[in-house]
Nanobody, 117 residues
Framework: QVQLVESGGGLVQPGGSLRLSCAASGSIGSIKVMGWYRQAPGNQRELVAAIISGGRTNYADSVKGRFTISRDNAENTVYLQLNSLKPEDTAVYYC???????????WGQGTQVTVSS
């Protein structure tokens, strides 16, 4: 059984920083892509950042220059460093992994990030 365990969310003031982590465990197979999505109330879930097995990254325009995604292949863990946070970054952040020959996708349980003074 595959599990994605997220941590690192919380309440932070505007301009602050957080670091999210997501560890994948179980018989997940070869991981192709690891990424983070977010969903704010009333909004659709959107891609924040993704990193492929070769290290290439992709970011939403709204977070470029502020967020950094990285991964530890040995630990099957993906990180998201959130800097210069804004109130509009407030959302539940979900880890997403695509793995195996069929690129099966898995989701974490979500971690709340709230940016407020």
């Amino acid at each position: 059984q595959v599990q994605l365990v997220e941590s690192g969310g919380g309440l932070v003031q505007p301009g602050g920083s957080l670091r999210l982590s997501c560890a994948a465990s179980g018989s997940i197979g070869s991981i192709k892509v690891m990424g983070w999505y977010r969903q704010a109330p009333g909004n659709q879930r959107e891609l924040v950042a993704a990193i492929i097995s070769g290290g290439r990254t992709n970011y939403a325009d709204s977070v470029k220059g502020r967020f950094t995604i990285s991964r530890d292949n040995a630990e099957n863990t993906v990180y998201l460093q959130l800097n210069s946070l804004k109130p509009e970054d407030t959302a539940v952040y979900y880890c997403n992994v695509a793995a195996g020959p069929s690129w099966k996708t898995y989701w974490g349980q979500g971690t709340q990030v709230t940016v407020s003074s």
